[in-house]
């Protein structure tokens, strides 16, 4: 939750600088190295690594989720 919170005002900068479909597109990959990384985990500490990058990629496409439902509705 800390790292989704902390990108989440990151969000709306890098989808004004790109595209909001490039940024979709990023933060998918981004979850999912973090998502390998933690299911290829050999100790807690890599684990944990894995967890915070995975919530890194979350926290942007939960925050352009929201961005683009508003571009819809506008």
């Known amino acids: 939750k800390i790292a ?3 990108v989440t005002p990151l969000t709306g900068r890098l989808a004004a600088i790109f595209t909001p479909r490039l940024y979709v597109i990023f933060a ?3 979850l999912a ?3 390998f990384i933690t299911a ?3 100790n807690l500490t ?3 690594v894995g967890r915070a ?3 890194i990629g ?3 496409l939960m925050s352009i989720a929201i961005i683009l439902a508003v571009d819809l509705a506008s």
Do not use: E
């Open 4 to 6: 989704a919170s902390s």
């Open 28 to 30: 998918s990959a981004i």
């Open 33 to 35: 190295i973090g998502l």
């Open 40 to 42: 290829a985990a050999s």
């Open 46 to 48: 890599i684990f944990l």
């Open 53 to 55: 990058v995975a919530g």
């Open 58 to 60: 979350s926290g942007g």
